[in-house]
């Protein structure tokens, strides 16, 4: 099970920081991706790291802004998020990929609980 954590109301250009919390399997068996939903809109793949941590995507309007890190050792992937617009706002997802093409939003396959993020003044 992903849990994602940290979401809530922020004004545009703040920042935030989300976690994804893991139980019953290990994030470091896994390329891990963030996905966005907005309202009425599909789910989009924000940021991915690879397995090892040693690379990272962005798509780019996300690009610049937001980093992608990871823990293996405490199970947990994160997202900070800075110079928050108000078309960030959505439902924010964490998931996971075995697939080589782990930048590629349609090998992820396995998705937890998400977090409301909301930017607005």
């Known amino acids: 099970q992903l849990q994602a954590f940290g979401g809530g109301l922020v004004q545009p250009g703040g920042s935030l920081g989300l976690s994804c919390s893991a139980s019953?399997?290990?994030?470091?068996?896994?390329?891990m991706g963030w996905f966005r939903q907005a309202p009425g809109q599909e789910r989009d793949l924000v940021a991915a790291?690879?397995?090892?941590?040693?690379?990272?995507y962005y798509s780019d309007p996300v690009k610049g802004r937001f980093t992608i890190s990871r823990a293996n050792s405490k199970n947990t992937v994160y997202l900070q998020m800075n110079g928050l617009k108000p078309e960030d706002t959505g439902v924010y997802y964490c998931?996971?990929?075995?697939?080589?093409?782990?930048?590629?939003?349609?090998?992820?396959?396995?998705w937890g609980q998400g977090t409301q993020v909301t930017v607005s003044s």
């Open positions: 790291i690879r397995r090892s941590g040693s690379a990272t």
């Open positions: 998931a996971t990929s075995q697939n080589v093409n782990w930048r590629d939003a349609v090998w992820y396959n396995f």
């Open positions: 019953g399997l290990f994030v470091g068996n896994y390329h």
